[in-house]
């Protein structure tokens, strides 16, 4: 063979597996979650309110997604104004650290070691956010305001996850 052939033959052969191998690096690069339905995370707001209601409790829900960026907010006809921001900024923290603002709130009590994540932007470190897992994965999270302790609020939250847990069971 001649030389020009060989590099010829060399040449398309690295286009036929430069080829082949463009999928696998392209799915390499591309990430995949899962996220919550609009008409899930309508479910998980509505079960949240509905046990606020059966406690005697007129409360804003806020369900975020897994970045913490809303996809539904219910609000109660008698709950304060204060509740929307409320209720967002606990579920955006729930969502964002990953874990209940129950716990987050003891954690960063003030003196302790965490205690600078109290400074960043939107966190709201009381009860009643909670993080929506879904096989493993963070998909959003719920959060309340209005109750008139945060562990009611908090109470209120569990119940959204729970909904979520029976929702993706059946």
């Known amino acids: 063979m001649t030389t020009h052939l060989i590099k010829y033959m060399m040449g398309f ?3 036929v597996l430069g080829a082949l191998l463009l999928p696998v690096y392209a799915e390499d690069s591309l990430a995949t979650y899962k996220a919550l339905k609009p008409e899930v995370a309508l479910d ?3 079960a949240t309110m509905k ?3 059966e406690s005697g409790y007129q409360v804003t829900v806020v369900v975020v997604d ?3 960026v809303v996809q539904i907010m219910l609000r109660d006809q008698l709950a304060g104004p204060h509740t ?3 209720a967002r900024r606990k579920a955006w923290t729930a969502a964002s650290f990953g874990s209940d603002t129950r716990s987050i709130a003891e954690a960063t009590r003030p003196g302790s070691e965490q205690s600078g994540a109290r400074f960043v932007s939107d966190a709201m470190m009381v009860g009643g956010g909670i993080p929506l897992y879904a ?3 963070l998909v959003g999270a719920v959060g ?3 109750a008139p302790r945060a ?3 908090q109470k209120c939250a569990d119940k959204g996850a729970e909904a979520l847990e029976e929702i993706l069971l059946f």
Do not use: F, K, N, Y
Request: with cysteine; charged share 30%; glycine share 12%.
């Open 13 to 15: 052969a690295a286009i």
């Open 84 to 86: 929307l921001d409320t």
């Open 135 to 137: 096989e493993g994965t």
């Open 144 to 146: 309340v305001s209005g």
């Open 51 to 53: 046990a606020c209601r």
């Open 151 to 153: 562990d009611e609020d």
């Open 66 to 68: 897994r970045s913490g």
């Open 44 to 46: 998980v707001a509505q």
